[in-house]
């Protein structure tokens, strides 16, 4: 493995469920894992409602994916950047996103999402070495 | 530079491996470092060597075949994008118990892994998607 | 240091380009390409937003898209440079980091 430690951020802005690109931008999380970089996601746009509550894809027949997103804490991911303004923007709140979680070395979980406004997601994007757009 | 190379859509319904194409061919005139080549998501079906475009456009195909064996490219397929789209090499059809194979001279199969590692290695990584 | 922006969808196709220049820093540049060249036509919908991005930011076009779509430099918002691939490299490279706004 490289000793480089670069910050990744995964840029989600795409809906779920719709195409395929929130899904295998999932798949290179969990990947990505393996390689120990510092690594954060972000939704924005549409993107935020890959993290909305009470997904259910049985009558569509496709994929429901939603539940990895709240097993990332044990890949090393600990930080999901949700925008403030994305989700009001949709009728959206935080109550309308699913509870992730990470452990940490105390007895207490930590929540992952760290909402965020938009002028601190563009100095969040500012600060990064590799952004994955999706 | 170092630069890595993402391309999200496949041949022809998008512009993105055109994009790509040529953004790679200028970054190689002006003398800089192609890393890897990585196609994710539809950009696997630009490996499938089973194409026959008009005659009169352009072969999405046999561009990046060529470009990748004049410059010796790392042109990389996602294994798991491909199994999904039906891209294989031989190998692969092997293990899959698939009746033949399909991928392109100059394109590999390999694994998710190379793209994390391209934006490990590149001083650049550069998207083309839809 | 500073971001590369590539916006290539039309901005009245989705608003990649309205949440780009959303997340623009002063010192980034903004390159349009493919169908986000649309979004430069002097006189559309999208000039105010371009004009009021470029009071930070350098807005770029690359120009073999533009011809493609038969849209001449003299068209396109004032202040905006047309570049080629070569030009898209050399941003590339003086940038940090590439963004793309797809």
Known sequence: MSKTNKKFLYVNRKAPHGSIYALEAIEVVLIGAAFEQQVSLAFLDDGVYQIARGQNTKQIGTKNFANIFKALGDYDVRTMYVEKESLAERGLDVSDLMEITHDTDDAEDLPSIQLVDRAEMARIMADQDVILSY | MKFGIVVNEGPYTHQASDTAWNFTRAALEAGHEIVRVFFYHDGVNNATRLTVPPQDDRNIQKNWSELGEKHGLDMIVCIAAAQRRGILDADEAKRQGKDSDNIAPGFRISGLGQLIDAGIVADRLVTFGD | ?102
């Open chain 3, 1 to 102: 240091m500073s971001t590369l922006h590539t916006v290539n969808k039309s901005p009245f196709d989705r608003p990649s380009l309205a949440s780009c220049v959303a997340h623009c820093l002063p010192g980034d540049s903004i390159l349009l390409i493919e169908d986000g060249v649309l979004g430069a036509r002097n006189g559309s919908a999208s000039a105010k937003m371009l004009v009021d991005a470029m009071a930070n930011c350098k807005v770029y076009v690359l120009g073999p898209d533009a011809t493609a779509r038969g849209m001449a430099p003299d068209a396109m918002v004032t202040g905006i440079e047309t570049i080629d691939y070569n030009g898209f490299v050399e941003l590339a490279v003086n940038h940090k980091r590439t963004q793309s706004w797809l």
